[in-house]
């Protein structure tokens, strides 16, 4: 396979994502996970942990949400607007646990879950990665 052919395959597979990526979800579906609110990252938020999820970031998710998170990378012009993972509006939860979950899952036709892509280590690994893109959750308690 040549690396042409490869570059084409993955522009197309990543345009389906993001056409999928980028259609409306019902308001009462937008407001977070109680019981995924509830899950602590593992994983370190070390300068490590941080480059690893940079690294699968810019793999896996830049191509819609932008290589700083702005929700602009190329593949977002399909239609719609991937999320801006820098700012402090997080329409599915903003805990860790609630952004593993919408990782790992997916949030119906807004977009695909990872779980058959990344391990679970990866997407805590991203997770440290996007938080040091943007501000920072607000702690209650």
């Known amino acids: 396979m040549t690396q042409r052919f490869k570059l084409i395959l993955s522009l197309v597979f990543g345009a389906a994502v993001c056409v999928g990526a980028v259609t409306s979800q019902p308001s009462a579906a937008r407001q977070g996970n109680a019981e995924a609110k509830k899950i602590k990252n593992p994983i370190p938020s070390d300068a490590a942990s ?3 999820g940079r690294k699968t970031y810019a793999r896996n998710c830049a191509s ?7 929700g602009d990378g190329s593949m977002a012009l399909a239609g719609g607007t991937p999320s801006d993972l820098t700012d402090d509006k997080w ?5 860790d646990g609630e952004i593993f979950i919408v990782i790992r899952d997916g949030v119906s036709a807004d977009m695909e879950g990872y779980k058959d892509k990344l391990g679970e280590k990866q997407i805590w690994q ?3 990665y996007i ?7 607000e702690k209650k308690g």
């Open 50 to 52: 941080i480059e690893e």
């Open 64 to 70: 819609c949400h932008g290589p700083g998170g702005k």
């Open 91 to 95: 329409d599915h939860g903003s805990s």
């Open 126 to 128: 991203v997770i440290n």
């Open 131 to 137: 938080r040091s893109l943007g501000p920072k959750p």
